[in-house]
């Protein structure tokens, strides 16, 4: 692959359309408009990065319901996330049959995934198996939260893919919690590289919150894993800058933890590199928000508008239908 | 030719293997053994092993990576090595493969197999002796097919294979070398979401599946030697049923019997009485009876148990008889 | 410019309702899309609610601090926006579902198993009940009714003077048509709808009343002088049957439209037959009076019969009977329940018999105790404790 020059605005782009569609889709939900929202407000830098990265037409991903950036460097659009979110007839992740932030979208490369968290960690290990025997190039990535490292499937994916050598980047978001649960009493590792000894698969740390560092660090993994196909993991450290969801209010989280956690805002992190390194000026930045502002108001309004499924296609597709697919 | 079940299933595996590069085989001791029962012996060395692989000892990853592949364009077909340890792929197959199609509004599908043996009588105490099916007749997307001899099991699971929704295909051990049949050419498959009537009868219909066909088509054959037609229906397709056949053929008699291996309380003949009950209770000419194993929690190990457990099989003959004569 | 309500949104899967905990807006002010409005409390969060409109703030509907229910109006907002409000039209369940169809698959005036069997139970004519069901489908519930109006439809013959088709019997050489009076009659009605109403179980046990023979004997002269009214053995039955039946009360009670109606009071009917008809007049709280006052009562009601004045209300309020079979010789009966009551005992003839007690053969006086019961109040285990209990009071009972 030719390495082409870092497009930094066009990172902080999908930044700033993450972060201010995650927003507006609070305020539907506040508004009783968007039944459920989780959010990947802390987790978005290393996000935005990746997607860089990768190349949608030879990889594949298996995210997970934090990677609102992530599927928006990869393919999806404000439109079609917001229909999600609405459970819309043309939302093209699951038609509203699914809960929003359940991503997959055959065309993007995107897998269908579920509500039982880590089984599409094996998801991807079966992609990039079919990627091998069919001769193909590419990587798929997977995505879970440092919780669902207790998950069984996340062993067993973790093993198949080193026993079968597949080419599959394993990136756990370590938000440093699950939902309540804070990580001592998840897991006593300090952090993830055990399990690289352990399946005998690479590992690295990375600062998730930086966009820069990450992009740097998941550039060289990518690249090595292009060059010689393997499994790699990824312990991506990152903040979760709201509650777990919308139906949590995260009153359980002590002090220390929001403080920990609010000072490590991807977007004044890479704001702050962008303006000292003089990549992106302060005019530049503010263009780019007003922009996304306008197109999210926009795009908000074409989605409340949408069309609900209709009723009728409740049966529709259990099995195969007519001609197929 | 005359084969045996497993070795029918061999043929039919080996012969789509030749028919269609994306599929491949996937589970426990399947490649230089050949698999418990040896349903894919030899079959690694003929198409190597990248496409009878065997796979590390976790049923979860056979499925979930199974899946992910088919997700990709493969048709795997996974074996489980006994049903019984079916379960820790429960998750996959119910939340992951069962759902695929409907939750992605058809943009995903599931084109898989899930071969697993099932079914007691051969000593294998709990755990290699369950009749699972009950468990997996209850996942719209997901289809359950059992078959009941040697030529339908080929040409079922040929079309198993070829099939683009996820197929759960389960095998009765004891089946696998108790019956021997010509079985059909490499082209010859058979609907898998149809039943299948064995023997037409206007005194009484049996309903059943898997090993139990066989031994419900003596039974009718015995009692025609006094003068009474006794149907005999194979469901095949344990989920969904085939309710028009199933309705059609129980009219014929008004009275029906139904027979499993599995515990009698939430069976699948239950469903199958449900809908009888539900459709044309008005047709039927006595209570539907229901033969099935004895609520315990398994098969036992001990010869006397076990038999005990398999006890109510060997009242076919006289419960049909008390039917017919109802 | 029009008004437009806010509404308490839902948050969570499962919220029904919020709690307004203070306005962010005041009356008059402008407010725009996507402003916080309120701060909102429901059971899982609390949080702030942005407005989905743009305008000035007519009216607070609530006050801060009261919950209500989610979808209910708390904001009057004076829109700006000229569009009109999207309707996303859909189209309604009712006529994408599709109907469910019993209709097509009813075969024509099917007859459940239950009816047909309840049919043949009953000896109903089928064509003579009306269905209600689905295209006039004769249901179980037609059945019960037809038969509760069978049952309670008055006795033609005896109250009715309206025309009843009554089939005629034909007189020959051989027999003879006897048209029975409207006492036997009645009591024949009665008799048919104690025994098919009541599911009758049977029950005899053997006392030994050795020591109740001797001491009538010893006594009876001493009574006759002294009360004018021979002491017969049948008091000290009656007597016997009312306490065994306080310490057993389950046989002291009806069955009843599916329920049980216990009495309290133990009014015992006797049965009294002439040749012509049978009476059950009643000895009130039974269990209240002695031996001698039943035997002295009996006499009464006897008199009363003969003279052909015993009132109606003599014969009204028994719970239980008791019957003097023995009186007429028998030695084993079945009796018929007097419907509503949970029982009848029928007292048997005293024969001395010879019987083993220790190994040895003995003479004793014996008498069987025959019970007809209700099976719907009562089992056999209970049954057999009334007997037991009446066996063991015989041998007590002092006059
Ligand atoms: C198998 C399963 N169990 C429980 C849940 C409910 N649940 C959803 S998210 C979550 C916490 C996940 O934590 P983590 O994996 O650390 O991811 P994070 O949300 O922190 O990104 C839980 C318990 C679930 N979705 N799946």
């Given amino acids: 692959m030719q390495k082409t020059a870092i497009n930094y605005e066009k990172m902080y782009e999908l930044l700033i359309l993450a972060r201010k569609i995650d927003e507006r889709f609070w305020q539907l939900n506040r508004a009783g408009e968007a039944p459920f929202v989780i959010s990947g407000k802390g987790h978005e830098g290393f996000q935005v990065a990746l997607a860089q990265l990768l190349n949608q037409k030879i990889d594949w991903m298996a995210p997970y319901y934090r990677d609102l950036p992530l599927v928006l460097g990869f393919g999806e659009t404000p439109k079609s996330v917001f229909l999600n979110l609405l459970s819309k007839a043309d939302d093209t992740n699951s038609g509203g049959r699914q809960m929003a932030f359940h991503w997959g979208n055959q065309a993007n490369h995107i897998l269908s995934h579920s509500s039982p968290v880590t089984t599409q960690f094996l998801h991807a290990c079966g992609v990039a198996l079919a990627l091998k025997k069919q001769g193909q190039p590419g990587i798929v990535v997977t995505t879970v939260g440092d919780g669902s490292t207790s998950q069984g499937d996340f062993h067993e994916a973790l093993n198949f893919a080193s026993v079968f050598n597949l080419p599959v980047l394993f990136i756990i978001e370590n938000n440093h919690i699950a939902m309540s649960v804070a990580q001592e009493d998840q897991y006593k590792q300090k952090d993830f590289s055990g399990f690289g000894q352990a399946y005998q698969i690479k590992y690295a740390k990375i600062d998730g919150t930086n966009v820069m560092s990450s992009y740097q660090d998941l550039q060289k993994i990518i690249e090595e894993m292009r060059a010689e196909p393997q499994p790699v993991l990824v312990e991506a450290d990152v903040v979760r800058l709201t509650a777990h969801s919308s139906d949590d209010d995260g009153s359980y989280l002590n002090e220390q933890e929001r403080n920990y956690q609010e000072n490590k805002d991807p977007v004044t992190i ?54 197929g697919k | 030719m005359k084969l045996n079940m497993i070795d029918a299933i061999h043929l039919g595996l080996q012969e789509e293997l030749v028919r269609d590069e994306k599929i491949y085989l996937i589970g426990e001791d399947i490649g230089r053994k050949g698999g418990a ?106 289809r359950v097919v059992i078959p009941s001899g040697p030529r339908d099991a080929k040409a079922l699971l040929k079309t198993a294979i070829r099939s683009n929704d996820p197929v759960l295909f389960l095998e009765h051990k004891k089946a696998y070398r108790s019956l021997v049949e010509v079985v059909g050419d490499a082209e010859e498959c058979f609907p898998i979401d149809q039943a299948i009537m064995k023997k037409q009868g206007t005194d009484c219909l049996i309903i ?50 139904l027979l499993s291996e599995g515990n009698k309380e939430g069976n699948v003949i239950s469903e199958v009485a449900a809908v009888l009950a539900e459709e044309i209770l008005f047709e039927l000419d006595a209570p539907i009876k229901r033969l099935a194993a004895p609520d315990v929690p398994a098969v036992p190990n001990a010869k006397t148990l076990e038999d005990a457990y398999l006890h109510f099989s060997e009242t076919l003959e006289e419960e049909t008889r008390a039917l017919i004569l109802f | 410019m029009s008004i437009k309500m806010i509404e308490m949104p839902r948050i969570g899967e499962s919220s029904v309702e919020g709690t307004l905990v203070k306005w962010l807006v005041e009356p008059g002010e402008k407010i725009k899309k996507y402003q916080p409005i309120a701060e909102i409390m429901t059971a899982k969060v609390t949080t702030e609610m942005p407005s989905m409109l743009s305008g000035i703030v007519q009216e607070q509907l609530i006050e801060e601090m009261a919950t209500v229910a989610v979808g209910e109006a708390i904001l009057a907002v004076q829109t700006v926006e000229k569009a009109v409000e999207e309707q996303v039209v859909q189209a309604p369940l009712k006529e994408t579902i599709s109907q469910p169809n019993t209709m097509a698959r009813l075969p024509e005036k099917g007859l459940s198993p239950s009816v047909r069997r309840l049919s043949k139970e009953h000896q109903i004519d089928l064509t003579q009940v009306t269905g209600t069901g689905i295209r006039g489908r004769i249901t179980k519930k037609d059945i019960a009714q037809y038969v509760q109006n069978r049952n309670q439809s008055p006795q033609p013959q005896v109250t009715s003077t309206k025309k009843v088709e009554v089939k005629k019997l034909i007189a020959s050489d051989t027999q003879q048509v006897i048209q029975p009076s409207p006492i036997r009659l009645a009591i024949a009605k009665h008799m048919e709808e104690s025994k098919s109403d009541i599911p009758h179980a049977w029950m005899m046990v053997e006392a030994d009343v050795t020591p109740l023979v001797k001491r009538r004997e010893q006594l009876k002269h001493h009574f006759l002088e002294e009360n004018g009214v021979k002491l017969t053995y049948f008091p000290y039955f009656v007597k016997a049957v009312a306490i065994a039946l306080k310490k057993v009360p389950l046989l002291n009670a009806s069955w009843q439209n599916n329920q049980i109606l216990q009495h309290h009071e133990i009014n015992l009917s006797i049965a009294v037959g002439t040749d012509k008809a049978l009476f059950t007049p009643v000895i009130m709280h039974a269990d209240q009076k002695s031996v001698r006052d039943i035997a002295v009562e009996i006499q009464q009601i006897v008199q009363h019969i003969r003279a052909g004045n015993l009132h109606q209300v003599q014969m009204e309020g028994g719970t239980f009977t008791v019957n003097n079979t023995g009186a007429f010789g028998s030695v084993l009966s079945k009796g018929i329940i007097n419907a509503p009551q949970g029982g009848i005992l029928q007292v048997e003839s005293i024969v001395k018999r010879p019987v083993v007690i220790d190994d040895m053969i003995a003479i004793r006086s014996m008498v069987n105790l025959c019970l007809s019961f209700d099976h719907r109040l009562l089992d056999g285990v209970m049954a057999g404790e009334f007997l037991a209990t009446l066996k063991e009071t015989l041998l007590q009972t002092e006059a």
């Fill in chain 1, 270 to 323: 890479f704001q702050q590199e962008l303006l000292a390194q003089q990549l992106l000026s302060q005019e530049k930045m503010t263009e780019i928000e007003e922009q996304i502002s306008d197109l999210i108001d926009e795009v908000t309004e074409e989605a409340l508008a949408a069309a609900d499924p209709a009723a009728d296609t409740l049966e529709q597709f259990v099995y195969e239908e007519g001609e």
């Fill in chain 2, 37 to 142: 029962f040896g349903a894919t012996k030899g079959l690694q060395e003929q198409f190597g092993a990248d496409r009878v692989m065997d796979a590390p000892l976790a049923e979860s990853g056979i499925v979930g990576m199974a899946l992910g592949s088919a997700m990709a364009g493969m048709r795997p077909v996974c074996e489980i090595q006994f049903a019984d340890f079916i379960f820790p792929a429960f998750n996959q197959i119910y939340s992951e493969v069962s759902k695929l199609r409907y939750r992605t509004n058809n943009d995903f599908e599931a084109p898989m197999v899930i071969r697993a043996p099932y079914g007691g009588g051969i000593q294998g105490g709990l755990y290699h002796s369950q009749s699972i099916e009950s468990f997996f007749a209850h996942m719209p997307g997901l």
């Fill in chain 2, 208 to 257: 059943t599946y898997g090993l139990f066909v066989s031994k419900a088509v003596k039974v009718a054959e015995k009692l025609a030697e006094e003068g009474y037609s006794v149907g005999v229906l194979d469901l095949v397709s344990i989920y969904p049923l085939d309710q028009a056949t199933i309705l059609d053929a129980a009219k014929a008699s008004g009275k029906v019997l």
